[in-house]
T-cell receptor, first 115, second 113 residues
């Protein structure tokens, strides 16, 4: 089954404790992206990657890092989480060439709470 | 500064009636618009899209209308069904395969039986 898998689904942590949210897709997609969803703001793009070792900032990259060492994985790293990073996070993927955003697959989300 | 705005956070409609969801955008360079639907505990899924060269696109019960001069689009669901109860996000981009999507805040639709 084609899917984007995020782990964990829920995470509660404390300010300053480094954490990683993993994202993996099994569709051989080149493009992957991270979004955060906040009430009244919708989904905002954090980082995206067009292919292995190619990443770029989205609209709200501050406080986040990403890496793309393999095509299937695109982890989101919070080196020093703060309470304003409490949010619902979504990972998404699609093919790069000849693919449009109609074919953007989203994971089920990771609810992060930073205390 | 949000470039895509959905000013109605929620909408309640009776089963069988029409649901109309509105979306406004500020950047006149946006060329492609999409609606995504999201159920609780799931990620968004694509619903319907429209290119700026069209003013209407229809797919079954779902129709999207685009008014470029007003920078406004709307999603019509006719007839509304209980399974349509979800959060609907409007999104805009500079092309159909753009790597950057700008989303609105979402509208929660509740269809009453």
């Amino acid at each position: 089954e084609a899917q984007v898998t995020q782990n964990p689904r829920y995470l509660i942590t404390v300010t300053g404790k480094k954490l990683t949210v993993t994202c993996s897709q099994n569709m051989n997609h080149e493009y992957m992206s991270w979004y955060r969803q906040d009430p009244g703001l919708g989904l905002r793009q954090i980082y995206y990657s067009m292919n292995v070792e190619v990443t770029d900032k989205g609209d709200v990259p501050e406080g986040y890092k990403v890496s793309r060492k393999e095509k299937r994985n695109f982890p989101l790293i919070l080196e020093s989480p703060s309470p304003n990073q409490t949010s619902l996070y979504f990972c998404a993927s699609r093919y790069t060439a000849y693919a449009t955003n109609e074919k953007l697959f989203f994971g089920s989300g990771t609810q992060l709470s930073v205390l | 500064d949000q470039q895509v705005k959905q000013n109605s956070p929620s909408l309640s409609v009776q089963e069988g009636r029409i649901s109309i969801l509105n979306c406004d955008y500020t950047n006149s360079m946006f060329d492609y618009f999409l609606w995504y639907k999201k159920y609780p505990a799931e990620g968004p899924t694509f619903l319907i899209s429209i290119s700026s060269i069209k003013d209407k696109n229809e797919d079954g019960r779902f129709t999207v209308f685009l008014n470029k001069s007003a920078k406004h689009l709307s999603l019509h669901i006719v007839p509304s069904q209980p399974g349509d109860s979800a959060v609907y996000f409007c999104a805009a981009s500079f092309s159909s395969n753009d790597y950057k999507l700008s989303f609105g805040a979402g509208t929660t639709v509740t269809v009453r039986a």
